[in-house]
C-alpha cells in the first residue's frame, strides 16, 4: 500500500520548509505546495468510500492507516499511527482549500514575505497533522505545531494591540492544551491500554467505570472547549480575530477552531461514551450559552471584524450542540457545520479585510452604499453573508438544517432556541448589508477601486465551493457517513 498520508505530510514539510528559504519567491513556493496538496486531498476523496465512483468495499476503521514504532521504552510504547475517516477527511479538505485561498488572497504580502508565508503552510501542516494523527504524543504534537505559527502571524502582522492579542491567545490556548494533555495521559493510564495509540485507547477504555470516565472526560472537555471556544472560554477570540492580519483571520476561524470540535469526538466522545453521557447536561449549557451570547454580542458590533468573530462563536455552540446530542444525525451536523463554518468565515474575513484596505475602515455605519464603486466586493461579500444566514443552495443551508433536524430529534421543542438565534444572524447580516452595500454612498474616498485580482480570486474560489457543497452536499455527507463511529456504517 502506498502510505500515502505520509507523503503528503512529507510534502507539506518539504514545502514550509522551502517556503521559509525562498526568499522573494516564497508565494510561488507556498501557491505550489498548496496546489499538490489540494491534489493529494482529492486523491484520498477518490478513494474513499462514500465518494462517487468508489468500486471498494468498506471496511470498518480507519483508511490509509500506517503505524510504526517510534518511541518503545519500558512501558511507554509511543507509534507513528496515521490514518482518516469520513470526519477528518473534510476536514482535512477544509485545510487544503483553506491554505490555497490564503496564499492566493495573501499574494502581495511585502512584511517578511518568507517568513509570512512559511508560517502559513506550517499552520496548515500542523492541522493535518491533528486530523490523521491517531496517537496521543503525535496528535499532541501536532497539535502544539499549530499555535506557534498563529502566535507570530498575530504577534507580528497583526494591528496595534497585536502583542496583547497575541499572548492572549497563546495564554489562554497552551494552558488548555496541558490540561487536554493530563487528561489524554491519565486516559492511557487509567484504561491500562497497551500503547498510546488509538485502538489501544479505545478498546481498554470500555472498561473503565462511568465514575471513572466522567473525570476523565471532564480535562478533556475543558481542553477542546477553549480552542472551540465556547463561552465562557471565548474572551481571547475576538481580540486575535481583530488583530490578526486577514491571512491569520481566516485560518483562525477556518482551521483553528474546528481542531476543538474534532478532538473533542475523536478524543473524548468516542472513546468515553458513559462519561459522555453523564456530563451531556453541562454540555448543552455552555453550547445554549455560546449560542445565545454570540448571537446577542454579533448584533451589538460596528467593526465587521468582530461581529464576523462573535459569529464564530455562535457557530460553533451550534456545533457543540450538535455533538451534544449524540447521534449519528448529530455528528453529521456537527461536521457539516465545521466544514461550512470554515469556508464561509474565511470568505467573511477576506472580505472585511479588503474593505480595510479599501475604504480604510471596517466601521460598519462610518461606510455605506459601496455596490457601485466596488460591484465585485459587494457580490462577495452578499455571497457569504447570505451563506452564513443559511440561504438554500449555499452550504450553510444543509449543515444547520441538519443541525435543526437533529435537535428536534434529540430534544423536541428545544430546537426553538437556535432556530430563533438562526433568526438573530440573519437579521445582523441583513443589517450589515443595508448599512454598507446599498443605500446613499457614504465614506468612500476617492479613488477607491474594486477588489484586486488576487483577493477577487481566493474569494471566488471560497463561493465555488460554497455553492458546490450547497447543491450537492451528498459530496460531504456519504464520505462523512462512512466514517467508524457511533450509529455510522464504519462502527
Excluded at 175 to 180: G, K, L, T
Amino acid at each position: 500500500m502506498v502510505p500515502l498520508l505520509s507523503i503528503v505530510l512529507a510534502t507539506l514539510l518539504a514545502g514550509t520548509v522551502a517556503t521559509f528559504f525562498a526568499g522573494a519567491r516564497a508565494r510561488w513556493a507556498a501557491l505550489a505546495t498548496s496546489i499538490v496538496f489540494l491534489v493529494e486531498v482529492g486523491l484520498l476523496f477518490v478513494s474513499y468510500p462514500g465518494w462517487p465512483g468508489y468500486s471498494g468495499s468498506l471496511v470498518p476503521g480507519f483508511a490509509e492507516q500506517e503505524s510504526y514504532a517510534w518511541i518503545h521504552i519500558y512501558w511507554m510504547h509511543v507509534n507513528y499511527t496515521v490514518g482518516v475517516d469520513g470526519i477528518s477527511l473534510v476536514l482535512i479538505l477544509l485545510t487544503a482549500i483553506l491554505q490555497l485561498a490564503t496564499v492566493v488572497y495573501s499574494w502581495t504580502e511585502g512584511k517578511r514575505p518568507a517568513a509570512y508565508f512559511g508560517l502559513v503552510t506550517l499552520t496548515c501542516l500542523g492541522s493535518f497533522g491533528v486530523f490523521v494523527a491517531l496517537d496521543v504524543l503525535l496528535f499532541f504534537l501536532f497539535w502544539e505545531a499549530v499555535l506557534v505559527p498563529m502566535f507570530f502571524l498575530i504577534g507580528y502582522w497583526g494591528g496595534p494591540r497585536r502583542r496583547y492579542a497575541a499572548l492572549k491567545f497563546f495564554v489562554y490556548t497552551h494552558v488548555a492544551s496541558i490540561v487536554m494533555l493530563v487528561g489524554l495521559l491519565a486516559l492511557v493510564f487509567y484504561s491500562g491500554a497497551t500503547s498510546f495509540d488509538f485502538a489501544s485507547i479505545y478498546a481498554a477504555a470500555r472498561g473503565l467505570s462511568p465514575v471513572v470516565q466522567v473525570f476523565l472526560f471532564l480535562p478533556l472537555l475543558f481542553g477542546f472547549l477553549v480552542k472551540f471556544p465556547a463561552v465562557p472560554f471565548h474572551t481571547w477570540l475576538p481580540d486575535a480575530h481583530v488583530e490578526a492580519p486577514t491571512g491569520g483571520s481566516v485560518l483562525l476561524a477556518g482551521l483553528l477552531l474546528k481542531l476543538g470540535g474534532y478532538g473533542l469526538i475523536r478524543w473524548a466522545v468516542e472513546i468515553l461514551p458513559e462519561g459522555f453521557s453523564h456530563v451531556r447536561p453541562i454540555v448543552f449549557g455552555l453550547a445554549f450559552l455560546s449560542i445565545l451570547w454570540g448571537s446577542v454580542l454579533a448584533l451589538s458590533q460596528r467593526d465587521l471584524k468582530r461581529m464576523v468573530a462573535y459569529s464564530s462563536i455562535n457557530h460553533m455552540g451550534i456545533v457543540l450542540l450538535a455533538i451534544g446530542l449524540d447521534s449519528s444525525l448529530g455528528l453529521l451536523a456537527a461536521v457539516l457545520l465545521m466544514f461550512a463554518h470554515g469556508i464561509v468565515s474565511a470568505l467573511l474575513f477576506m472580505s472585511a479585510g479588503t474593505v480595510h484596505h479599501t475604504f480604510g475602515t471596517r466601521d460598519i455605519p462610518a461606510v455605506g452604499g459601496i455596490t457601485p464603486t466596488t460591484p465585485t466586493l459587494s457580490t462577495l461579500m452578499m455571497a457569504g453573508s447570505l451563506a452564513s444566514l443559511g440561504l438554500p443552495a449555499l452550504i450553510g443551508f444543509p449543515a444547520e438544517f441538519t443541525a435543526l433536524v437533529a435537535t428536534w430529534d434529540g430534544l423536541g421543542y428545544l430546537v426553538l432556541l437556535p432556530l430563533a438565534v438562526l433568526v438573530v444572524t440573519a437579521g445582523f447580516y441583513l443589517w450589515m448589508m443595508q448599512r454598507m452595500l446599498f443605500g446613499p454612498a457614504r465614506g468612500i474616498p476617492a479613488g477607491a477601486h474594486d477588489v484586486p485580482a488576487h483577493e477577487g480570486m481566493a474569494m471566488g474560489l471560497l463561493v465555488a465551493v460554497t455553492v458546490l457543497f450547497g447543491v450537492v452536499p451528498s459530496l460531504l455527507v456519504n464520505v462523512i457517513a462512512n466514517s467508524p463511529v457511533k450509529g455510522f456504517p464504519g462502527t
